[in-house]
């Protein structure tokens, strides 16, 4: 009897605390030789997956695992895997499509990812073990937890919190036909906005979760946001969703803009951190109409300036499911509809403090038209702080 009582408890505890998940990279290696940190599974069939992209890449990389005790210091080629990023990227920048290696470890175990020849280029690879998913919300006791369905009938924009409805901050930019957001009574309850039509930054239409004390320390754990989006036509439009630092009352935010290879903040932006997934059809054409990633970290480029294209792509009037975590070492993992499609080591600084934000806009490029957009549900949970401020 007491033998079954220790197993239900046991079992408990590791729903309760699921196995941990490892992240290894290196930034701007371009050395044979050079190699990622390790990254180690903690469990049997355990996911390690490889993403790989850079500024004009034509290297080899192999996936290697770990022999002998751990800490040996000797490492095998995994077989199988001893090109996992095939494709040169012949890009002036981050415009290639970022590549991605999957793998199932049988065994506990360490891996690293290794240049084996170099024939150019500066890579940015990152390695991630049991991620493949997104974390589950690991409870109430431990983490705070606001989620919105947008089934009430009015938007609250307001400074404080009344019961369990969130409270936001919305802007429309001067341009014309843009559309603050505002929640329609559809069947699934849905926060709507749009592009506007005015071609430039004026005719933003933006959107944040409350005030900046509402939101999450970086430092105190890791924390996720997801939202379930759709926008009318992907043709002539810009939009993100994701997590910032910033929020103003007077006027509206776009995080990051894309053109051409080339991620920059938006012309109205003077955030700090921020993380996000967006589109914006001025993206390098090679890489069609894919999900891009980005990152601030303390006011820099987190990953280069360059695009970071991540697996699949909006289609139109289709909802996808986007999701961005951070953890407590300001890593972010980018999921398109509940799949790993991207990572970006130190993405944000670990003092920062970030809250849902989204945001639609003209491409530099565009010709005004307008798109509408649907946040069919937010989703934000994060650490509970461990000090009192």
């Given at each position: 009897m007491k033998k079954s009582i220790f197993a239900i408890a046991l079992t408990a505890l590791l729903v309760s605390f699921p196995a941990a998940a490892e992240f290894g990279y290196v930034i701007d290696a371009a050395a044979v030789d050079g190699v990622t940190t390790t990254a180690c599974t903690s469990a049997r069939n355990q996911s390690v997956s490889g993403f790989g992209n850079g500024v004009d890449v034509d290297q080899v990389w192999q996936l290697e695992k770990e022999v002998g005790s751990k800490g040996s210091g000797a490492w095998a080629v995994v077989a199988?895997?001893?090109?996992?990023?095939?494709?040169?990227?012949?890009?002036?920048?981050?415009?290639?499509?970022?590549?991605?290696?999957?793998?199932?470890?049988?065994?506990?175990?360490?891996?690293?990812?290794?240049?084996?020849?170099d024939?150019?280029?500066?890579?940015?690879?990152?390695?991630?073990?049991?991620?493949?998913?997104?974390?589950?919300?690991?409870?109430?006791a431990t983490h705070i937890r606001w989620y919105d369905d947008f089934k009430h009938g009015a938007l609250p924009i307001t400074?404080?919190?009344?019961?369990?409805?969130?409270?936001?901050?919305?802007?429309?930019?001067?341009?014309?036909?843009?559309?603050?957001?505002?929640?329609?009574?559809?069947?699934?309850?849905?926060?709507t906005f749009s592009n506007g039509d005015a071609g430039d930054d004026t005719d933003l239409s933006t959107g944040s979760f409350g005030l900046l004390t509402n939101g999450a320390l970086v430092s105190d754990g890791t924390m996720a946001v997801e939202f379930r989006v759709a926008v009318s036509a992907i043709t002539d439009t810009q939009f993100g969703f994701g997590l910032v630092d910033l929020i103003s009352a007077a006027t509206e935010i776009a995080p990051f803009e894309a053109n051409t290879?080339?991620?920059?903040?938006?012309?109205?932006?003077?955030?700090?951190?921020?993380?996000?997934?967006?589109?914006?059809?001025?993206?390098?054409?090679?890489?069609?109409?894919?999900?891009?990633?980005?990152?601030?970290?303390?006011?820099?480029?987190?990953?280069?300036?360059?695009e970071y294209s991540l697996g699949g792509a909006p289609v139109a009037a289709t909802y996808s499911v986007?999701?961005?975590?951070?953890?407590?070492?300001?890593?972010?993992?980018?999921?398109?509809?509940?799949?790993?499609?991207?990572?970006?080591?130190?993405?944000?600084?670990?003092?920062?403090?970030?809250?849902?934000?989204?945001?639609?806009?003209?491409?530099?490029?565009?010709t005004g038209t307008v798109r509408k957009l649907h946040i069919d549900y937010l989703d934000f949970w994060s650490a509970r702080p461990g000090t009192v401020s």
């Open positions: 199988g895997f001893t090109d996992v990023f095939p494709t040169a990227n012949g890009a002036a920048a981050v415009g290639g499509v970022t590549q991605v290696m999957r793998y199932t470890s049988e065994e506990v175990a360490c891996y690293r990812l290794r240049m084996k020849t024939g150019g280029g500066t890579a940015q690879v990152q390695l991630v073990t049991n991620r493949d998913a997104p974390t589950a919300y690991p409870g109430n400074t404080t919190h009344n019961g369990e409805t969130p409270s936001y901050i919305v802007h429309i930019g001067t341009g014309n036909a843009a559309v603050l957001s505002v929640i329609e009574g559809e069947a699934e309850g849905t926060m290879n080339v991620v920059a903040e938006g012309a109205v932006t003077t955030a700090a951190d921020a993380a996000a997934i967006f589109f914006n059809t001025d993206s390098n054409d090679a890489q069609g109409d894919f999900w891009l990633a980005g990152a601030i970290n303390t006011s820099a480029q987190a990953n280069a300036a360059d986007l999701r961005v975590e951070i953890d407590s070492g300001g890593h972010a993992f980018f999921y398109v509809d509940g799949v790993l499609q991207g990572a970006e080591p130190l993405a944000v600084a670990t003092a920062g403090i970030l809250i849902p934000y989204w945001w639609a806009g003209s491409p530099d490029d565009g």
